[in-house]
T-cell receptor, first 109, second 116 residues
Framework: GQNIDQPTEMTATEGAIVQINCTYQTSGFNGLFWYQQHAGEAPTFLSYNVLDGLEEKGRFSSFLSRSKGYSYLLLKELQMKDSASYLCAVRRSWGKLQFGAGTQVVVTP | GAVVSQHPSWVICKSGTSVKIECRSLDFQATTMFWYRQFPKQSLMLMATSNEGSKATYEQGVEKDKFLINHASLTLSTLTVTSAHPEDSSFYIC????????????FGPGTRLLVL
């Protein structure tokens, strides 16, 4: 089947760290994206992994293990503005993106 | 940076009418654009791939006669929802892929459609 699974919701306090896991089973894999989407807005690009390992970009890091079909997005030093939905997406053939259902992150004071 | 615009940003229409949504890449050329639909609290679902100068390719389950796509230039793709019905109410988002770069897509701000 074609599945991309991520938790529905996660809650964390300001200043904390949150890790959002994503597992995938897709036919065709050409990289994995993480996007942030605030309610009513279009997704904004956070990270792209095509090789195994950790990519760090400021407060956000993303990890990929192709053999395990697994990725995670790590958000450090959480801020209130980080409250949003985080979408895991697999790039398949011809540049098509298949999205997971998204993880709603709620940051509390 | 790469900017993609959509017009209109929101539209309300009566059932049975047709609605056209434009997607423009403002500062780059895009041979390929993608159209997505997102229902409340759900993820983005790819509807079709729009290729400049050729017919769009539709995902399984998407009616090509209902969702007409035209990609007449390297900076513009249009999606027309024909004979819209209330169940077509959704958030429609396009993305554009810069010509020659396959790893990157830039998303437009989305168009919210409400069919009464």
């Amino acid at each position: 089947g074609q599945n991309i699974d991520q938790p529905t919701e996660m809650t964390a306090t300001e200043g904390a760290i949150v890790q959002i896991n994503c597992t995938y089973q897709t036919s065709g894999f050409n990289g994995l994206f993480w996007y942030q989407q605030h309610a009513g807005e279009a997704p904004t690009f956070l990270s792209y992994n095509v090789l195994d390992g950790l990519e760090e970009k400021g407060r956000f890091s993303s990890f990929l293990s192709r053999s395990k079909g697994y990725s995670y997005l790590l958000l450090k030093e959480l801020q209130m503005k980080d409250s949003a939905s985080y979408l895991c997406a697999v790039r398949r053939s011809w540049g098509k993106l298949q999205f997971g259902a998204g993880t709603q992150v709620v940051v509390t004071p | 940076g790469a900017v993609v615009s959509q017009h209109p940003s929101w539209v309300i229409c009566k059932s049975g009418t047709s609605v056209k949504i434009e997607c423009r890449s403002l500062d780059f050329q895009a041979t390929t654009m993608f159209w997505y639909r997102q229902f409340p609290k759900q993820s983005l679902m790819l509807m079709a791939t729009s290729n400049e100068g050729s017919k769009a390719t539709y995902e399984q389950g998407v009616e090509k006669d209902k969702f007409l796509i035209n990609h007449a230039s390297l900076t513009l793709s249009t999606l027309t929802v024909t004979s819209a019905h209330p169940e077509d109410s959704s958030f429609y988002i396009c993305s554009a892929r810069p010509s020659g770069i396959i790893e990157t897509q830039y998303f437009g701000p989305g168009t919210r459609l409400l069919v009464l």
